[in-house]
């Protein structure tokens, strides 16, 4: 499609712009699905940005942003994991359809991040080969908390937060075209959790204070 690229910081500002129109009372769905913009799309698509995010039924990118078809490049796996697969996708994305921000969006009281603090107290493995996987994926990010003496809450709060900048981490540091992009073409790749209390979005890892995005290459 001709539709210019949407920076970063322009697609960060949509976001967050819709994650407040999704949580202000009483506000209905703004995100265009009609039969007009179905028409739109049949050529291509040119999403504004990419969200890797868990596959939570509570938490759907598209509802907690406020947008319609074709706005979101969304990939969704339990824990919100930078699988290999998840990682091609994003690279697709980025390279292919244009986006220059990609968001890893976890969640408070994420399953995945339980059941791994689960296992790894247990210190048995789960029950089936693809548990198994999804909590080999979560497990580098919350194993180094254990023994730190939190408590439930803080400890559920931080291992869900760590395992969002882990994601990020692998998503910057584990594929090329990323990174090339990230040095060349501005793209930045954020954190984000979403409360399931309040269905408000937090950006981080990499967004200051004031709400600006930092150079493409600073960690």
């Known amino acids: 499609m001709a539709d210019a690229v949407v920076e970063a910081e322009q697609a ?8 407040r129109r999704f949580t202000a009372d009483g ?31 509570r938490v759907p990118p598209e509802l907690v942003f406020d947008q319609g078809l074709g706005e979101l490049f969304v990939t969704r796996v339990a824990g919100n994991i930078a699988t290999p697969s998840q990682l091609g996708s994003l690279e697709f994305a980025a390279e292919e359809l244009g986006v220059r921000l990609v968001v890893v ?12 603090l689960q296992a790894l107290r247990a210190s048995g493995p789960p029950p089936s080969e693809g548990l198994r996987a999804v909590v080999d994926g979560v497990r580098p990010a919350v194993a180094p908390l254990l023994g730190q003496g939190l408590d439930e809450a803080a400890l559920r709060g931080r291992a869900e937060r760590e395992n969002v900048r882990h994601a990020c981490r692998t998503l910057r540091e584990g594929s090329p075209v990323l990174a090339r992009l990230r040095g060349q073409a501005g793209l930045a790749v954020l954190g984000a959790t979403y409360s399931l209390e309040t269905g408000e979005v937090a950006f981080f890892d990499g967004v200051t204070e004031a709400g600006a995005l930092p150079p493409p290459a600073e960690r």
């Open 12 to 19: 960060l500002a949509r976001l967050r712009a819709g994650n």
């Open 27 to 57: 506000a209905a769905p703004s995100g265009r699905v009609d039969a007009a913009r179905r028409a739109e799309l049949r050529q291509g698509q040119r999403p504004f940005a990419a969200v890797l995010a868990c596959a939570d039924s």
């Open 105 to 116: 969006l976890g969640h408070t009281g994420c399953g995945a991040v339980g059941a791994t």
